[in-house]
């Protein structure tokens, strides 16, 4: 398990450096479509999103959660970033979809710093909070990225 340490002022200032976000968006993007038709799939989406969290650690070992229930949650995921609706996911809905959740995670942590296990991850976003929390210590440490 990763841990992060942050505050929403570090989300926030990390949204707001357009280069490193939409860097770190576009790359992500790009290597989740694996066909590279330059729009993610229901498929290639879901694969993401099995990448990123609903391992077991998410629901701990005694738990199993229905098949059912975990396809209606990458559904609603699904459209969720699909905003015009036409059953891909294209660049600008991605990065319009993360950006959105990672102010809304912003939001909920306020000014105190917090630790979040990013296997909490409940939207696909905390990889980049740990991009965020990243890029926030480069900056501290003048520059050094680890
Ligand atoms: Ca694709
Ligand atoms: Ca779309």
Partial sequence: MSVVILDGTTVRSF?????????????????LDLNGDGVLSRSELRRALETFRLTETDFGLDTVTPSDQISAL????????????NGTVDLAEFRSEM???????????????????LEADEDGGLSLLQEAADLEASKIAGGQRN
């Fill in 15 to 31: 949204v707001g450096d357009e280069t490193a976000f939409n860097k770190s968006i576009d790359g992500r993007f790009a290597a």
């Fill in 74 to 85: 990458y559904d609603s995921i699904f459209e969720q970033f699909d905003i015009d609706q």
């Fill in 99 to 117: 950006k959105k959740i990672l102010l809304a995670i912003a939001d909920g942590l306020g000014t105190s710093p917090v630790q979040i296990a």
